[in-house]
């Protein structure tokens, strides 16, 4: 999906970041973005829940959703966003350099955004395909069927909770609803994610493979067994739009989008099985579903061709 960038020096390569300037020449960028990755997890994850059992209790249940809405909330802000934007002015001299909101033209969102489009059906058919030989080798091999039932388990209490946060009785509850969910999970893990983290690996990897990895720790961040590789190549597509783009605003308005239309579909339609991940294909259906799924695929890459073509011309 990248360009290789072997060589941060080499001129022609107009979409690079310029390199960072640190503000000790020691340390490395590396060391930084694992530090992002590590004090995310921290904070957000153990500090975060901590605090969520100091003030709810062990029984999460029977807190009322709005203060579990604003805990999220005050989570997302202060032990993601936050913590990015210290790390930044830390590590690095310009913090706009590492936190880059340069205004793209709409030519690059519709270009990203369509791929979104694509990308969204095309995750969900990977699902159907990936737990259909789950299951099925669940049944003939034990130590599947043990794994199994213990992904089962912490899927069970991750789509419970989130399915709890798109419950809304009213208008107003569910604009704050959008807030909670899509809004500012999309500016913090953003900021913290492709800005922060993937900005520092980028001083010393190649772009793919500074996306990549900072995409496969944005998928166990959100701790969904089943959801572990869609939310990976969802991250690299944010990625390469945020590389691409060379700002945070797109993969800002991706995030959005994708957490935005769970939100208005599940309301629309109603039915819990639009935020499950262990969802399963009929054996009937199977064909069909490998069928579309390679339809998709064949759309998805002739549209990272033309995303790309689109940047060689610009460059030019």
Do not use: W
């Not at 709005?66 to 997302?76: D, E, H, Y």
């Not at 704050?176 to 993937?198: D, H, K, L, N």
């Amino acid at each position: 999906m990248f360009e290789e960038n072997n060589n941060k020096q080499d001129s022609d390569n107009n979409f690079q970041f310029e390199n960072l300037e640190p503000r000790q020449q020691s340390f490395s960028p590396i060391f930084a973005g694992f530090v992002g990755l590590v004090g995310c997890f921290f904070l957000y994850q153990i500090v975060g829940s901590l605090l969520a059992v100091l003030i709810f209790g062990f029984d999460l249940e029977k807190a009322s959703i709005n203060s579990i809405r604003l805990m999220t909330i005050a989570g997302q802000l202060l032990f993601i966003l936050l913590p990015a934007l210290l790390f930044a002015k830390y590590f690095y001299i310009d913090i706009n350099r590492v936190i880059s909101l340069k205004l793209p033209n709409i030519k690059e969102i519709l270009l990203f955004t369509f791929g979104l489009l694509i990308l969204s059906p095309l995750l969900q058919i990977y699902l159907y395909i990936q737990n259909y030989y789950i299951e099925l080798l669940a049944k003939k091999v034990s130590v599947i069927k043990v794994l199994k039932d213990l992904l089962d388990h912490i899927n069970n209490l991750v789509e419970k909770t989130y399915g709890n946060l798109l419950q809304s009785s009213n208008v107003f509850e569910f604009i704050f609803i959008v807030f909670v969910v899509a809004v500012v999970p999309a500016i913090s893990e953003e900021t913290m994610f492709r800005g922060f983290v993937q900005r520092s690996f980028e001083q010393r990897l190649s772009p793919f493979l500074s996306s990549f990895i900072t995409a496969i720790f944005f998928s166990l961040y959100h701790f969904n067994p089943y959801g572990l590789i869609p939310l990976a190549i969802l991250g690299i597509y944010f990625g390469l739009s945020a590389y691409y783009s060379k700002s945070l605003i797109v993969p800002i308005i991706l995030h959005f989008l994708n957490n935005f239309s769970a939100i208005v579909v599940y309301h629309i339609i109603g039915s819990e099985d639009l935020i499950k991940s262990d969802v399963k294909a009929n054996p009937e259906d199977l064909t069909s579903y490998l069928v579309y799924f390679i339809f998709l695929i064949s759309l998805f890459v002739a549209l990272i061709f033309t995303i790309r073509k689109y940047y060689n011309t610009k460059k030019l």
